[in-house]
Each structure stands twice: as structure tokens, then as C-alpha cells.
């Protein structure tokens, strides 16, 4: 099985910048693609973007402007970098990965693993 940890939520003010983390443990030669969503209540899950290996990064919205994924391989870690943030960007924010492209930006494959979600609240 893999685990995912996401770390680095918190509050923010408007425009501010966040971090956050997400650690992959366990069987990691089953995932392969990692990818950050985010959700609001009441709301669908939301694909934010999702990075190969490689590096080949999708952006699903329309934050690719102020919101950059990367990941380090050798430390099995993914990143979003979240700049000039809002308000309306307030959400739990989940990691996601899975064998491949597809699977992570499906949002709702058996093969993709979930984080626990780590929350954003952005306000002044």
C-alpha cells in the first residue's frame, strides 16, 4: 500500500503564499504520477495539476498562473507552490497519485491513492 502525507496548510491572508507537501511511503513503484485536488463543501473535487516523473506537468484550472506543482523523486515529494492567494481558494487540499496520467486526472479511479487533506483557509 502507499501513504500520503500532505503538509504545509494553514491560514493566510489575501495574496499571501503557501507551500504544501505531500510525502509517498509504502509500495511507491505502484504510483507513478502525483497530482494535488482541492474541495469545498458542497462541491466536486477539483484537479488542480498533476506531475510525471519526468516532470511534464497539467494544469486542470484556471490557477496555473499563481499555483506551481514540482516534485523531487528522490525524496518521493510532491509540492504546490500557491501565490497571490484568495479567498476563494480556501479548500482541503488532498495529494493524489496513480500508475498513471489518466488515473490521477480521472479523480476517481480504484487505482489512485488519496492523502488525508490538509486545509487552506485563506482570509484576513
Known amino acids: 500500500q502507499v501513504q500520503l502525507v500532505e503538509s504545509g496548510g494553514g491560514l493566510v491572508q489575501p495574496g499571501g503564499s503557501l507551500r504544501l507537501s505531500c510525502v509517498a511511503s509504502g509500495s511507491i513503484s505502484s504510483i507513478n504520477v502525483m497530482g494535488w485536488y482541492r474541495q469545498t463543501p458542497g462541491k466536486q473535487r477539483e484537479l488542480i495539476a498533476s506531475?510525471?516523473?519526468?516532470?511534464?506537468?497539467n494544469y486542470g484550472g484556471s490557477m496555473k498562473d499563481r499555483f506551481t506543482i514540482s516534485r523531487d523523486n528522490a525524496k518521493d515529494t510532491v509540492y504546490l507552490q500557491m501565490n497571490s492567494l484568495k479567498p476563494e481558494d480556501t479548500a482541503v487540499y488532498y495529494c493524489?497519485?496513480?500508475?498513471?496520467?489518466?488515473?490521477?486526472?480521472?479523480?476517481?479511479?480504484?487505482?489512485?491513492?488519496w492523502g488525508q487533506g490538509t486545509q487552506v483557509t485563506v482570509s484576513s
Open positions: 506531475i510525471t516523473p519526468s516532470g511534464y506537468r
Open positions: 493524489a497519485a496513480g500508475p498513471t496520467l489518466g488515473t490521477v486526472q480521472s479523480g476517481a479511479s480504484d487505482l489512485l491513492v
